[in-house]
């Protein structure tokens, strides 16, 4: 086992990473930015090394600087977290060359999965369900428009090198297949530094359906069900629950088998998310997989009773996996809110400064992981989330009873946050019955701001007609 990790990452997630270190008897050194000088997170590491300025580009990004940190603090490993270098198969791949083991797959089973047309591909050997599509990046634009005449319009044009949603063009016909390769081509190249586009079926109402899969050096890989992320705006992940409601099990039970079965096939070590989409008649459709740790694990956790984090380090350390499949059983229901500091009433803009009033909730089923409280200073020059409130309970209902309980007590000021929003979502007729889809928080976003303007240009009338 490892006697010491560094940690390539900041707020929260370092600080899962330094819970899960201690629970192993593992030492842990973390690295920060200027920005992070006396960071909450950074009290409970038993090292911390300076590697630079607030942009992240010249710290948190900084591979040789990280590394050196590694070296001079004689760690043995280095855990990504999520979001900065914890994708980047070149990064692993420097780890590995001096002689650090990066906690995550190889840089070959990185480049493979995260690569989206021979992750693709894997997954058509494999069985495991995709939309239909070209097989291979496109060469030749009259290929492309043979192809979507085959599977029919609407088709999606894709970044093979994408992510996230950037780089995609949706195309209702010729003219706008070949209008939106052209435009995903450049847009992929100035953003990844890769060209490669592809085209598959659009599928216009859906829900997000991610199976979490843990794979070992010995050639195990399981899966620990499923998530629900289908509550976002603009691609950022809002709400997330495990298990995903009203999904027949026997569907279920068949496409996270097949999840399993591509991280298998991907000789695939670590933690690995492998996401879908699901239509109204319950087919899924593999979007991508996500090689790291997500925002959203806990939410597994709590239903399954596993420690996503430890199983990491120790996979990487070249221990098996603790649990074989018939291990692993759902236990009730877990949700989780993003706690972001943003306005939503200017664009959602992130709300950077001092937290004066943290008072945190509680009781039964309730977990709350942030490196947040008062008296911290939320930096401007990183994302803004704070923490992630997570609940559980034995069933759906309870969960959101308790998440209602939990958010109602959760104060956080001056500055606006997501637990506002989180309210009225729990109460939003299409959460409670999950009749959702990937398009509602935005619909009802968008719905919301109409009736306010409305209110507003009715007061102004009446106000007007008052004075008259
Ligand atoms: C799609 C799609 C519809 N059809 N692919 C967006 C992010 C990237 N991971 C893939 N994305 C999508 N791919 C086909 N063939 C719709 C989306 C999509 C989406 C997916 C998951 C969660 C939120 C989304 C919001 C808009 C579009």
């Not at 710290?59 to 043995?76: F, G």
């Not at 780890?95 to 989206?116: Q, T, V, Y």
Request: with cysteine; proline share 5%; charged share 25%.
């Amino acid at each position: 086992m490892f006697k010491r990790i560094l940690i390539a990452n900041r707020g929260e997630i370092a600080l899962r990473i330094i819970r899960a270190c201690k629970t192993l008897d593992i030492e842990t050194v973390c690295v920060y930015s200027t920005a992070d000088r006396g960071a909450p997170w950074l009290e409970q590491a038993d090292h911390s090394v300076c590697i630079g300025a607030a942009p992240s580009p010249q710290s948190y990004l900084r591979i040789d600087r990280i590394i050196a940190a590694a070296e001079v603090t004689h760690a043995d490993a280095i855990h990504p977290g999520y979001g900065f270098l914890s994708e980047n198969a070149h990064f692993a791949e420097v780890c590995r060359d001096s002689g650090f083991e990066f906690i995550g797959p190889s840089p070959e089973a990185m480049a493979l999965l995260g690569d989206k047309v021979s992750c693709k591909k894997m997954a058509r050997q494999v069985g495991t369900p995709v939309f239909p599509g070209t097989e291979d990046a496109i060469e030749d634009i009259d290929d492309a428009v043979k192809v979507a005449d085959e599977i029919g319009y609407p088709v999606i044009v894709k970044a093979t090198a994408g992510g996230g949603g950037r780089g995609m063009r949706v195309a209702r016909d010729e003219a706008q297949l070949r209008a939106g390769i052209e435009s995903a081509r450049q847009e992929a190249a100035a953003a990844f530094g890769n060209g490669a586009v592809y085209i598959e079926k659009f599928l216009e109402h859906a829900r997000h359906f991610e199976v979490q899969t843990l794979g070992d050096k010995h050639g195990n890989a399981v899966h620990l069900y499923e998530r629900d992320c289908s509550s976002q705006r603009r691609h950022q992940k809002l709400i997330e629950e495990a298990p995903a409601p009203g999904v027949d099990p026997a569907k279920r039970r068949a496409v996270c088998e097949r999840a399993a079965a591509l991280i298998a096939s991907a000789k695939y070590s670590g933690a690995a998310t492998v996401e879908f989409l699901m239509d109204a008649a319950q087919n899924f459709y593999m979007l991508e997989v996500n090689t790291r740790v997500q925002v959203e694990h806990p939410v597994t956790e709590m239903i399954t009773g596993l420690d996503i984090v430890c199983e990491m380090i120790k996979v990487s350390a070249g221990l098996p996996l603790s649990v074989k499949q018939s291990d692993i059983s759902v236990n009730g229901h877990a949700i989780e809110c993003r706690i972001n500091a943003e306005d939503p009433d200017r664009g959602f803009m992130p709300q950077a400064g001092l937290i004066e009033t943290f008072v945190a909730p509680g009781g039964p089923g309730v977990r709350l992981d942030t490196h947040a409280r008062a008296g911290y200073r939320i930096p401007a020059n990183y994302d803004s989330m704070i923490g992630k409130l997570i609940v559980h309970g034995p069933t759906r209902d309870i969960a959101i009873a308790r998440m209602k309980v939990a958010l109602a007590e959760f104060k956080i000021g001056p500055m606006r946050t997501s637990i506002a929003l989180h309210r009225r979502l729990m109460d939003h007729p299409d959460f409670a019955n999950a009749t959702f889809d990937i398009h509602y928080v935005e619909r009802y976003l968008k719905a919301a701001a109409e009736a306010e303007s409305k209110v507003q240009s009715e007061g102004e009338s009446k106000l007007e007609g008052a004075r008259a």
